[in-house]
């Protein structure tokens, strides 16, 4: 376990939002579907987004979009990495057996 | 107003916040938080649910500028989004809790009240709520012009002088007695005849004695107040009254006791006096007077 990963700190909110990417792992979702899916507010998703990427249990990238022949600005996608899959992947399993409880 | 422009106004307040917001992050985060907070304030349904989705990007931006302050690495910014080195060492705490939306509810709602009384729309909301004041006159019902008409049900609206064992029975009341009055034996409290009086007949109200009903206060009317008045008279041989009456016994409020007063003074002149052997007497005698609704 790397030192970033030891530092993601696995509030309540955390573990809703990698919820919502483990419900299917390789989707992508911008802030605002994860706004919907997890019922958090903004202020409390997007610091935890850039915290999961900082940890390496994101990347993210830009839509594919002109925005302006689009007409709006472009969304931000986000995606588990392998390591923030297995690592989400062991945090829940963890609840499970009790050893984070 | 219109409410459409209204919320134009709250939608561009959002997107200010989130300029403003944006602005307030880390440089290498700047320009990337704000297309993306944008573009997701975009899919926000509502004025309201956008004004609190900009409201959490302020508050989106104290936390990340604080963890970047925090960092142990400068932000290397990409077009992937690594290489941020953002250390999770704050609480996750939800920025708009119950709490939290309640504070700005009653915030709003004091600016509300401000504004109102500010602008003086205090009057016009009191005029809304409490109505203009109305008067009300309650017209008193008609009363009987005919002042001593004797009715059908008189045998129980009479004045019945006080019992005296040694005066011969009442005659018959005329027709002209006073109606709504009902004489009801009376405790002795005149002075008890004289010895050497042989034949003493009991004045009271005579021919012409005003009618009670002229006399039954409105207020007692409207408030269905009714009672027994026994009020003390003094007349002369002539039938008028000497002194003042007095309220000798009342089961009747106050109204009723200055009605009966009132009815005795006009009765002055109307009075039967007493009679000694057939002379007529001054005296004091006292009589009750019935206020009674069901006679009106």
């Known amino acids: ?101 | 107003m219109t409410s459409e422009r209204a919320w134009d106004w709250v939608d561009g307040i959002a997107h200010r916040l989130i300029h403003r917001a944006a602005r307030r992050a880390p440089d290498s985060l700047s320009d990337r938080l704000e297309e993306e907070w944008l573009a997701d304030l975009a899919s926000q349904r509502g004025s309201i649910q956008r004004l609190r989705f900009a409201l959490g990007c302020c508050w989106a931006t104290n936390v990340i500028a604080h963890e970047h302050a925090l960092a142990a690495l400068p932000v290397a910014g990409s077009t992937a989004g690594q290489g941020h080195f953002i250390h999770a060492h704050r609480d996750d705490s939800p920025f708009f809790t119950g709490r939290t939306i309640t504070f700005v509810l009653v915030a709003l709602l004091h600016a509300a009240l401000l504004y109102g009384l500010a602008m003086g729309l205090g009057p016009q909301i009191r005029k809304i709520i409490v109505g203009p004041l109305t008067t009300r006159i309650i017209e008193p019902p008609p009363r009987s012009t005919s002042l001593s008409v004797p009715r059908a049900t008189m045998s129980s609206s009479r004045i019945i002088l006080p019992p005296q064992d040694r005066i011969p029975p009442i005659e018959p009341d005329p027709p002209d007695m006073i109606k709504g009055a009902v004489g009801e034996p009376v405790q002795p409290k005149f002075p008890p005849p004289l010895a050497n009086v042989v034949n003493r007949v009991q004045g009271g109200p005579g021919i012409g004695f005003p009618s009670t009903d002229d006399f039954y206060p409105d207020a007692s009317i409207r408030l269905e107040e009714k009672g027994l008045v026994t009020v003390q008279v003094c007349v002369d041989g002539r039938g008028r009254l000497t002194s003042e009456p007095t309220i000798v016994q009342s089961t009747g409020s106050s109204r009723l006791e200055e009605g009966a007063l009132r009815l005795a003074k006009a009765g002055s002149g109307h009075y039967r006096a007493t009679t000694e052997d057939g002379r007529p007497v001054d005296s004091c005698y006292p009589f009750r007077i019935r206020f009674d609704l069901r006679n009106r």
């Open chain 1, 1 to 101: 376990m790397s030192k970033r990963d030891r530092d993601v700190r696995m509030s309540l909110q955390t573990l809703k939002v990698l919820e919502a990417f483990l419900e299917n792992p390789t989707d992508e979702l911008s802030g605002a579907d994860v706004l919907q899916r997890c019922r958090l507010a903004s202020g409390t998703l997007y610091p935890i987004l850039l915290r999961l990427e900082s940890a390496g249990w994101f990347v993210s990238r830009w839509e594919s979009i002109d925005p302006s022949s689009a007409g709006r600005p472009r969304r931000r996608f986000y995606r588990l990495t392998p390591t923030g899959l297995r690592r989400a992947s062991e945090v829940f399993a963890g609840f499970g057996r009790g050893v984070l409880a």
